[in-house]
């Protein structure tokens, strides 16, 4: 009786105390752990205003734009959007800016863009607005990274735990449940705690891969409405 006592008082009841009483490694392993979910809590709540502004800044840009009459409206209306419309815009403007319309005639009235100062109109428009998903989407992959290292990491700890538990049981010469389930439940602790840093970092990553791809398919639809203002405006 006082020994099953003993044993009942060896026994922790709590994730705490499981942690407090796991091995050197795994308390190791869960530090790196913490380490990782500060990193991917501050990545999440950075990028998801970060994206969630743009997101809205660039649907509402698109939306506006199908309804601008004239190029100059177009820009001033980009101007006062802000990023990433701002660049695309600013950056469109500047290429028509210094690019000289090649002449169809005798009369400058007649100068228009040629199909090969478009289509590098076009190309000009796809880099800026992979630059912009670049510098908006800067950090994301990390999430992507933290989501798939962190079950690894909490499995090294879950192993090395369990090794540590029947090496101790061996030592002992015990080999009741009683003498092998503390060990074993300290050690998946880490698996645990890798599952909670996992699991945030993949669904956060998921949500904003999926922004970014929409804010990108917003800015090539922009792209597109600005060759067909400069059609309409006969620069084409």
Excluded: C
Excluded at 11 to 16: C, G, Q, R, T, W
Excluded at 36 to 41: D, G, I
Excluded at 170 to 177: E, L, V
């Amino acid at each position: 009786m006082i020994l099953y006592l003993q044993i009942g008082q060896a026994i922790p009841s709590s994730p705490m105390e499981l942690v407090t009483n796991s091995t050197g490694a795994t308390k190791v392993v869960l530090a790196i752990l913490i380490v990782l979910s500060l990193m991917s809590w501050a990545i999440i709540f950075a990028k998801g205003f970060e994206l969630r502004r743009a997101l809205r800044v660039t649907h509402a840009f698109a939306h506006d734009f199908a309804g601008v009459p004239t190029l100059e409206r177009a820009a001033q209306l980009g101007r006062d959007t802000g990023r990433p419309p701002a660049t695309i815009m600013e950056r469109a403007t500047r290429f028509i800016q210094e690019t000289t319309p090649a002449l169809h005639g005798t009369s400058e009235r007649s100068a228009r863009f040629s199909s090969a100062q478009v289509e590098a109109l076009q190309l000009v428009l796809d880099a800026e607005t992979t630059s912009e998903r670049d510098r908006l989407g800067r950090w994301v992959p990390s999430l992507a990274t933290i989501g798939s290292v962190s079950p690894l990491i909490g499995l090294l700890g879950t192993v090395l735990g369990v090794i540590d538990a029947f090496v101790g049981i061996a030592a002992k010469g015990s080999g009741n449940i009683g003498a092998v389930a503390p060990g074993v439940a300290e050690a998946l602790i880490a698996t645990a705690a890798a599952l909670s840093v996992a699991i945030p970092a993949v669904f956060a990553y998921n949500i904003f891969a999926a922004r970014l791809n929409k804010i990108e398919g917003e800015l090539e639809s922009v792209g597109s409405e600005l060759i067909a203002l400069m059609v309409r405006e006969d620069m084409i």
